[in-house]
């Protein structure tokens, strides 16, 4: 007789003891000791904890930017150690987007280049990603600068662009590290609203460090790290 096996979602990213080490010898840092937890299909996750306390870290793990230096991450039901920076590469450019806390825009591009940019790094022609980039662009409330560079916009736009430019592909998950620690509150505010309204209108994933309380609330689970050590979610 075959056993029945029921179907279970796979986790996007599942950190197994993972952990990380900057440096050698006297320096050396222990910045996250070892991290196991699994990330689901259409989570939003908030990361809360200190200044120093392994956000970043942890965030560059799970998106596939950096590698563990003890410990397995599968990204995508991959295992990141047994990709080759290329391979590795190719998955983040297909199933992850990032927004950062300075916003990591690209000077020289308009805003609609900015967005286009990652679809263009996945073999889309700019006619064939027009719809998809103006789309986003409306979406995120900026038709009427799209032509311009970043350096012209204020920051929750340019915010704005970077959440664009981390949607267009339709990743699986979306990783921001503390995107509005370098905006007022209520330009903050206006950003958070704009990452749960695209989080509850696609199956995106969002995993984002915080220091913001609103934030904290909105999140349906909060991650707490201290001293590179997760507590019980
Ligand atoms: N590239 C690096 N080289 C050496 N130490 C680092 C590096 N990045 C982070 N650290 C250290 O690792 C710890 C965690 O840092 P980080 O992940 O940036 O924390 P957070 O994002 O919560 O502020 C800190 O002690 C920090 O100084
Ligand atoms: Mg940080």
Redesign the pocket.
Known sequence: MMAIIPARPLPLVSLQQAGKC??KGAGK?Q?LQEVTAGIWPGEFIALC?P????????LNLVGGIDYPTSGEVWLMGRNLRLLSDRETARLRAQSVGFVFQFFNLLPVLSVYDNIYYPLMLNGYSRKLADEQVMAMIERVGLINHYRRPPGELSGGQQQRVAIARALVKRPALVVADEPTGNLDMRTGEEIIELLLEMNAQSDTTLVI?THSPQLRASARRILEIED?KLKDD
Do not use: E, M
């Not at 200044?51 to 942890?58: A, D, P």
């Open positions: 900057y440096g840092v910045a904890g200044s120093g306390s392994g956000k970043s870290t942890l460090s590179g």
